[in-house]
């Protein structure tokens, strides 16, 4: 009885969910830059409403370091007097469900290796064959994807 009752509690979250998912799709459709993310590689049509829903207004950033900076994927300064730090890791200071959309783009990405448009993949491969771990790869991919995707949105409103 309480599988059953499980079940459809989560039945109902699906369908909510896709609702919600649909609703998204629907009132994105009318920005200009909708169709321009859908077009990158590694974003689909869900994960491509929940960037745009996360990132908001990428005109209120002044460059394409602001908004990784906004994601909290940039490492802080870590220096003091004459000693300069080199092993940093990212700051975390901004949004955290940001964090979590690009870590799935760049996983959607590694899976299904684009032949064109292929910068972010490439990257992230070039940086797992210099010895990087997977995950710091994943992230400095994510860098660069936010990077593209500033300038490519940003073409559209200019």
């Known amino acids: 009885?309480?599988?059953?009752?499980?079940?459809?509690?989560?039945?109902d979250a699906e369908l909510t969910l896709s609702l919600i998912i649909s609703q998204m799709q629907e009132i994105a459709s009318?920005?200009?830059?909708?169709?321009v993310v859908n077009e990158m590689k590694g974003v689909g049509t869900v994960l491509s409403v929940?960037?745009?829903a996360e990132i908001g207004d990428v005109r209120r950033f002044h460059n394409g370091s602001a908004l990784?900076?906004?994601?909290?994927?940039?490492?802080?300064?870590?220096?003091?007097?004459?000693?300069?730090g080199t092993n940093r890791h990212?700051?975390?200071?901004g949004s955290a469900s940001l964090r979590k959309i690009g870590y799935e783009i760049m996983h959607a990405l590694k899976v299904t290796k684009p032949t064109d448009d292929s910068a972010?993949?490439?990257?992230?491969i070039?940086?797992?064959?210099?010895?990087k771990p997977k995950r710091v790869a994943k992230i400095a991919g994510f860098n660069k994807f936010l990077r593209i995707y500033y300038a490519r949105v940003m073409e559209v409103y200019c």
């Not at 009318?30 to 169709?35: A, M």
């Not at 972010?120 to 992230?124: E, K, L, R, S, T």
């Open 1 to 11: 009885m309480l599988v059953l009752q499980a079940v459809k509690s989560v039945r």
């Open 68 to 84: 990784v900076a906004f994601a909290g994927i940039d490492a802080p300064p870590y220096e003091s007097g004459s000693f300069v």
């Open 120 to 124: 972010v993949y490439d990257f992230m």
């Open 90 to 93: 990212i700051s975390k200071r």
């Open 50 to 52: 929940r960037l745009i």
């Open 30 to 35: 009318i920005l200009p830059e909708y169709y």
């Open 126 to 131: 070039k940086k797992e064959n210099e010895g």
